[in-house]
Structure formats: structure tokens, C-alpha cells
């Protein structure tokens, strides 16, 4: 019996270590949270916005103006996998590879995954049938010190590819940032360019008049890169913020659990003492009777 309490003591002091770890950890994850969140909320309404204007622009131009809005027959897809470098945030990194899977099962075209994290490219390193693709300055260490610079690079290097022709279709696979407790595994068509539903809803009626300065060229040349850099460095500040919500919440769950098994534990620990008291009190009396007899 004194062998059986032992280890449930162990038991005991094991859990409340896991509990003080993930207690921290969920600490952590908040404070993080909170800087996160502050820099999507002021990133999401100017990169809608900028989607809203490039919307009311395109439906200005010519047909097939500009080599971003050239629609290809499709052959080869590029998915932009958005993850995370570290674990411990329950479903959040599994989301994005199910998610590109489902895509991949609803087309014929060659598929290719260009992952940004350390866990998507750790993933697909170990899926060499997914063709992981990569290039010379390590995409997926971009959260290491996520900047709009970093994601610049990032966001030139797709369009090259696409310009290119090495892929007819990009498409971006992210956790959309809702609040703390809610994260939305997002598939978004980057390129070729097309007007999103909710820059369709928001925007005018393109029967509107643009007078284009200094020329529709120039609008063509600068304003589009410059937003696909903007929107893929939203989907990078989304996912970042998202993750550490999908942490603080899964510690929190991890917290709840290691309470419920110590309560659990302590009870059967008492019991089990309580057993033994009571055997013992038994044994003495009865070597007690036993002298007197």
C-alpha cells in the first residue's frame, strides 16, 4: 500500500508541474496576444480598403489588363502554407494541412506548397508527393522577425513565379483571426487577380469615372504589386495573431485538465491513505485481543 501511495504522490507532483508550465505558458500566449491582435486590427480595414480600391480600378481597365489578372488554363497550383514555428496550440497548424488536401482532392492540376513556418515546411518535408518548393532565403523562417520587409521578398518571389508561368493559379491557406477562442482556416485565390465577395459588396458601381494620375500604366505597375505584398503580409499578421490565440486557449483547456486529474488524483490519494489507516488500526487491534486472549 505504501508503494501504491508513493506513486500517486509522484503522480500528484508531476501534474502540478504540467499545470504551473501550461498556466505560464497560457500567460505568455495573452501577452503575445495583445500585441498581435493590435497589429492585424490596424493592418485588416487599410488592406480591405487598398482590395476595395484595386476592385473599383480593375473593373476601370481593359480586359485582361495587367499580367496579375491574366486567367491560364490551369496546370499548376501553388499553395502558400501559413503556419506556425512552434506546437502547443492545439488544431491550429493540422487545420492548414487539411485544408490544403481538401484542395488538392478538388482539382487535376499539379499541385506545389510554398510553406511559411517551421511547421508546414517540417510537415512537408516528410511529404515529398506534395512537391514542397522553396527558394534561397528560407520562406519559412519568416516568423523568426515577421516584417512587412520579409514579407515583401516573399510576396516578389510568387509573383515572379507566377509572371514566369511556373504556376497558373496562387493561393493563399491561413487561420483567419476572429477573436481569442476562434480561428478560421481560410483558402484565398492571390493570384491571378479577381475582386473578393466582400470587396464586390463594399465597392461602388464601376460605372464610375476614374481619372487615373500619373497613368493607367503606372496604376497597373505599382499599385498592384504593391497590394499583393500588403494582402499576403495581412494573411502573415492573421496567422500570427491567430496562433497565439489557438495557444492561449489550448493551455487554457490543458490547465482546466491537469485541475480535474489533480482533484482526482488527491481523492484517490486520500482514500488509498485512509485505507491504510484504517488497516493498520485494524492489525493493532487485533494484536491487542490477541495478547489478552
Same mark, same amino acid.
Given at each position: %500500500?505504501?508503494?501504491?501511495?508513493?506513486?500517486?504522490?509522484?503522480?500528484?507532483?508531476?501534474?502540478? =508541474?504540467? %499545470?504551473?508550465?501550461?498556466?505560464? %505558458?497560457? !500567460?505568455?500566449?495573452?501577452?503575445?496576444?495583445?500585441?498581435?491582435?493590435?497589429?492585424?486590427?490596424?493592418?485588416?480595414?487599410?488592406?480591405?480598403?487598398?482590395?476595395?480600391?484595386?476592385?473599383?480600378?480593375?473593373?476601370?481597365?481593359?480586359?485582361?489588363?495587367?499580367?496579375?489578372? &491574366?486567367?491560364?488554363? &490551369?496546370?499548376? @497550383?501553388?499553395?502558400?502554407? @501559413?503556419?506556425?514555428?512552434?506546437?502547443?496550440?492545439?488544431?491550429?497548424?493540422? +487545420?492548414? %494541412?487539411?485544408?490544403?488536401?481538401?484542395? !488538392?482532392?478538388?482539382?487535376?492540376?499539379?499541385?506545389?506548397?510554398?510553406?511559411?513556418?517551421?511547421?508546414?515546411?517540417?510537415?512537408?518535408?516528410?511529404?515529398?508527393?506534395? =512537391?514542397?518548393?522553396?527558394?534561397?532565403?528560407?520562406?519559412?523562417?519568416?516568423?523568426?522577425?515577421?516584417?512587412?520587409?520579409?514579407?515583401?521578398?516573399?510576396?516578389?518571389?510568387?509573383?515572379?513565379?507566377?509572371?514566369?508561368?511556373?504556376?497558373?493559379?496562387?493561393? !493563399?491557406?491561413? +487561420?483567419?483571426?476572429?477573436?481569442?477562442?476562434?480561428?478560421?482556416?481560410?483558402?484565398?485565390?492571390?493570384?491571378? $487577380?479577381?475582386?473578393?465577395?466582400?470587396?464586390?459588396?463594399?465597392?461602388?458601381?464601376?460605372?464610375?469615372?476614374?481619372?487615373?494620375?500619373?497613368?493607367?500604366?503606372?496604376?497597373?505597375?505599382? @499599385?498592384?504589386?504593391?497590394? $499583393?505584398?500588403?494582402?499576403?503580409?495581412?494573411? $502573415?499578421?492573421?496567422?500570427?495573431?491567430?496562433?497565439?490565440?489557438?495557444?492561449? &486557449?489550448? !493551455?487554457?483547456?490543458? &490547465?482546466? +485538465?491537469?485541475?480535474?486529474?489533480?482533484?482526482?488524483?488527491?481523492?484517490?490519494?486520500?482514500?488509498?491513505?485512509?485505507?491504510? @489507516?484504517?488497516?493498520?488500526?485494524?492489525?493493532?487491534?487485533?494484536?491487542?485481543?490477541?495478547?489478552?486472549?
Amino acid at each position: %500500500m505504501a508503494g501504491g501511495l508513493k506513486e500517486v504522490r509522484e503522480r500528484i507532483a508531476s501534474v502540478q =508541474n504540467t %499545470m504551473q508550465i501550461t498556466s505560464a %505558458m497560457k !500567460m505568455v500566449a495573452a501577452a503575445k496576444l495583445r500585441r498581435a491582435q493590435d497589429a492585424i486590427t490596424r493592418m485588416r480595414p487599410y488592406a480591405e480598403k487598398l482590395q476595395v480600391v484595386l476592385s473599383n480600378v480593375s473593373g476601370s481597365l481593359d480586359s485582361g489588363e495587367g499580367v496579375f489578372s &491574366t486567367k491560364r488554363e &490551369t496546370k499548376r @497550383i501553388l499553395y502558400v502554407a @501559413i503556419t506556425s514555428n512552434r506546437g502547443l496550440c492545439g488544431g491550429f497548424n493540422n +487545420n492548414i %494541412m487539411k485544408a490544403i488536401r481538401q484542395e !488538392m482532392t478538388q482539382t487535376d492540376a499539379e499541385c506545389h506548397v510554398l510553406p511559411l513556418g517551421k511547421k508546414a515546411n517540417d510537415a512537408y518535408k516528410k511529404l515529398p508527393e506534395l =512537391n514542397p518548393v522553396g527558394f534561397e532565403d528560407d520562406a519559412w523562417q519568416i516568423f523568426d522577425d515577421l516584417n512587412f520587409d520579409r514579407a515583401q521578398i516573399v510576396a516578389e518571389h510568387i509573383m515572379a513565379q507566377f509572371e514566369g508561368g511556373q504556376y497558373d493559379e496562387v493561393k !493563399m491557406v491561413y +487561420n483567419r483571426f476572429v477573436n481569442a477562442a476562434v480561428q478560421v482556416a481560410t483558402v484565398e485565390n492571390y493570384l491571378p $487577380l479577381e475582386a473578393s465577395e466582400e470587396a464586390v459588396d463594399a465597392a461602388p458601381s464601376n460605372d464610375t469615372d476614374y481619372i487615373f494620375e500619373p497613368s493607367q500604366d503606372e496604376i497597373v505597375e505599382r @499599385i498592384i504589386p504593391n497590394s $499583393l505584398k500588403v494582402q499576403l503580409y495581412k494573411g $502573415l499578421l492573421d496567422s500570427h495573431a491567430s496562433e497565439h490565440g489557438a495557444r492561449m &486557449t489550448a !493551455m487554457h483547456q490543458a &490547465t482546466e +485538465n491537469a485541475g480535474e486529474l489533480l482533484r482526482d488524483l488527491r481523492i484517490s490519494y486520500n482514500k488509498a491513505r485512509q485505507a491504510a @489507516i484504517t488497516t493498520e488500526i485494524l492489525e493493532i487491534v487485533a494484536g491487542s485481543e490477541a495478547l489478552d486472549s
